[in-house]
């Protein structure tokens, strides 16, 4: 099995930054991509930010192009967000999630989340 664990959420003020981990371990023979989500209550989750393992090519949501960062230790097998310029809107239970090949299947693993509030 694999484990996707997330840290490093808390309680920020507007215009304030954060950094998240997420390490991931386990029976895995491959990353393909490393990634995170973000849920607020009543709605759905929403993609926040991914990167490829292999080639390091990012992709992120409009609304946070230009204050988040997403980055990747291959080695460690964890994936970081900096986030910067954060926004109350911002504040949500962040996910992160793997893309992860097995010694027996390829499937998404979700870590338990870390909350990330945005408030003066």
């Known amino acids: 099995q694999v484990q996707v664990v997330e840290s490093g959420g808390g309680l920020v003020e507007p215009g304030g930054s954060l950094r998240l981990s997420c390490a991931a371990s386990g029976s895995i023979f491959s990353i393909y991509s490393m990634g995170w989500s973000r849920q607020v209550p009543g709605k759905g989750r929403e993609f926040v930010a991914n990167i490829r393992w292999s080639g390091g090519t990012t992709y992120y949501l409009d609304s946070v192009k230009g204050r988040f960062t997403i980055s990747r230790d291959n080695a460690k097998n964890t994936v970081y967000l900096q986030m910067d310029s954060l926004k109350p809107e911002d504040s949500a239970v962040y996910y992160c999630?793997?893309?992860?090949?097995?010694?027996?299947?390829?499937?998404?693993?979700w870590g338990q989340g870390t909350q990330v509030t945005v408030s003066s």
């Open positions: 999630y793997t893309n992860t090949g097995s010694a027996t299947a390829i499937a998404k693993y």
